[in-house]
């Protein structure tokens, strides 16, 4: 099981991952309540990480 947290326009995301397969729960929670869960396949939460981290990057030079 894998977690962590991403940050996307202001909104902080747990990444969760309860399988043992490629699918990722991005789960968005306002004082521990749950507002919403994105359910992705880790592709596209690859492409994402990668996609925030070089915005963040370009955004810091």
């Not at 099981?1 to 929670?29: A, K, P």
């Amino acid at each position: 099981m894998y977690s962590g947290q991403i940050v996307l326009d202001g909104l902080t995301f747990s990444i969760v991952n309860r399988h043992e397969d490629t699918t990722f729960f991005l789960v968005h929670t306002v004082d521990n309540f749950v507002l919403s869960v994105y359910i992705v396949h880790i592709q596209i939460v690859s492409t994402l990480l990668f996609l925030f981290t070089a915005i963040t990057r370009l955004i810091q030079f």
